[in-house]
């Protein structure tokens, strides 16, 4: 997983920053998470519910999705990744 620069950490709660954009993620059962990735312009790239109630998920899953669905991880196509 990338390096991200954890803020505040619970074990319902998560907030983090990542490539100039603010993470924030609140546990609501051992199933369902609220996800939020700001960007540095004020408009969000993810923001939204994550799981289902068939899996249990963690707390690292749900920043890896975080990452994930925002596309911060995405490697960009037709060409080498930028650092």
């Given at each position: 997983m990338p390096r991200i620069k954890v803020i505040e950490q619970t074990a319902d709660e998560f907030h983090g920053r990542y490539?100039?954009?603010?993470?924030?993620?609140?546990?609501?059962?051992d199933y369902?998470?609220?996800i939020m990735v700001a960007c540095p312009d004020g408009t969000?790239?993810?923001y939204g519910w994550w799981g289902d109630d068939l899996e249990r998920h963690t707390m690292e899953q749900a920043v890896h999705e975080a990452l994930e669905g925002s596309l911060l991880t995405a490697q960009p196509q037709g060409g080498e990744a930028k650092p």
């Open positions: 490539k100039k954009h603010d993470i924030s993620i609140r546990r609501e059962s369902i998470y609220y969000y790239a993810y």
